[in-house]
């Protein structure tokens, strides 16, 4: 099993100045490589591997003698992002949807550098980072496992964090926690209506700091191109967009954390959220819940907690009756569901919840009548 740790480093001047370094030097090799790339496919019709693209570092050494500032692993593994931004493109062009061609990195466009297997080591309340010397490391918790790599990344308002890939063993299964089940229909008024009755308040993250994020991008406006005082306007907004994002993350955890502590089977729906977002006059409240954030960071969290993920099907959730299953057409200002064939009256998204759950159920049933297979479990009905 693969787990991350993420921790803050405090390099001190000199050493964010070689880290600086480091990420442009980064940028110019993935820049060559995507042209290099390009360039072959135009004049001589061919493809071209990563491993063609690696043997190119020796003589783009010799060029930029600056490259030397940079451990060869860091750059080779530049290199295989290309690979992967290309393969990405080719598995968009054949499912026919929009395929994006991987695109040059302009400058503060290029946030990070990855270091596959060697360069690095922890040190005592240090970690020692090869061309670039030993950085102070908050390490607010033991990693556990043996450390397979390392990526340091800057943020936008210039923190920089070490995410380190540790190789764990496969903990024993813990026991199932049978018979608790839970349907969760996601919303806008409430963040989350639970088949049980439960709901959850929609925090509004982005709404709350929309003053503050509008007065903060009011005084930028107003500041000349190139100036310090604008870099300083610029920082103000990234750092109101990071407290956010950190709010919005943090809720996240919290929530999932009690949901695969609560319940052995959590079914979600599965939206697609990319058309969603094609609602002008939602968009900004689909985005500011972030939903996808609550299933994903559930579903990494159920493994271990002996909990079970299911997604299903979205389509009539809202419409039908969870009693008599007859469906029962209703706008999205209708925000009771009144059954017209048994007489159910109850909240419009309880009632979803729990047709979630059914769903959620015979997933389970269809899939091996085993709540014990790996990963989540997708079902159209």
């Known amino acids: 099993m693969r787990k991350s740790f993420k921790y803050r480093l405090y390099p001190t ?66 290199q295989e992002r290309v690979e992967l931004a290309f393969k990405a493109f080719f598995r ?12 040059f990195r302009g400058r503060g466009w290029y946030d990070s550098f990855t270091y596959p297997q060697a360069g690095f080591k922890l040190l005592c309340g240090k970690l020692r980072l090869s061309k670039i010397g030993d950085i102070k490391i908050k390490l607010h918790r033991p990693i556990e496992g043996k450390i397979r790599r390392l990526t340091v990344r800057r943020s936008s308002t210039g923190k920089w964090f070490a995410c380190f890939s540790v190789e764990i063993d496969d903990p024993p299964k813990p026991p199932w926690k049978d018979g608790s089940t839970v349907g969760i229909d996601v919303g806008l008024e409430s963040f989350a209506t639970m088949s049980n009755g439960e709901k959850i308040d929609n925090p509004r993250f982005f709404k709350s700091e929309e003053k503050a994020l509008a007065k903060a991008q009011r005084r930028l406006s107003k500041c000349a191109k190139g100036t310090s005082e604008r870099r300083a306007a610029v920082k103000v907004v990234q750092r109101v967009h990071e407290r956010i994002a950190n709010r919005r993350y943090d809720f996240a955890h919290q929530v999932s954390h009690n949901l695969v502590e609560r319940f052995g089977l959590i079914a979600f729906e599965d939206l697609n959220i990319t058309n969603m977002l094609k609602n002008h006059c939602l968009a900004k409240s689909i985005s500011d819940a972030a939903w996808r954030m609550l299933v ?70 269809k899939s091996d009548r085993s709540p014990f297979r790996e990963g989540s479990i997708h079902i159209r009905s």
């Open 92 to 103: 968009r062009v054949k499912s026919s949807e929009k395929p994006g061609y991987p695109r």
């Open 296 to 365: 994903t960071v559930t579903s990494n969290k159920a493994e271990s907690a002996g909990s079970k993920v299911v997604l299903v099907d979205p389509r009539n959730t809202s419409q039908l009756c969870s009693r008599c299953g007859v469906k029962a057409a209703k706008s999205l200002s209708d925000r009771v569901h009144e059954c017209p064939q048994c007489g159910l009256v109850m909240d419009r998204d309880e009632n979803a919840a729990i047709n979630i759950l059914r769903l959620g159920m015979q997933s389970l049933r």
């Open 13 to 78: 001047k000199s050493q964010r100045s070689r880290m600086e370094r480091t990420l442009d030097l980064c940028r110019w090799v993935y820049n060559q490589t995507l042209a290099y790339r390009k360039d072959t496919w135009e004049k001589e019709g061919r493809p071209t591997s990563k491993y063609e693209t690696h043997n190119l570092l020796p003589s783009w050494k010799v060029e930029r003698s600056e490259l030397t500032e940079v451990h060869s692993q860091v750059l080779q593994n530049v």
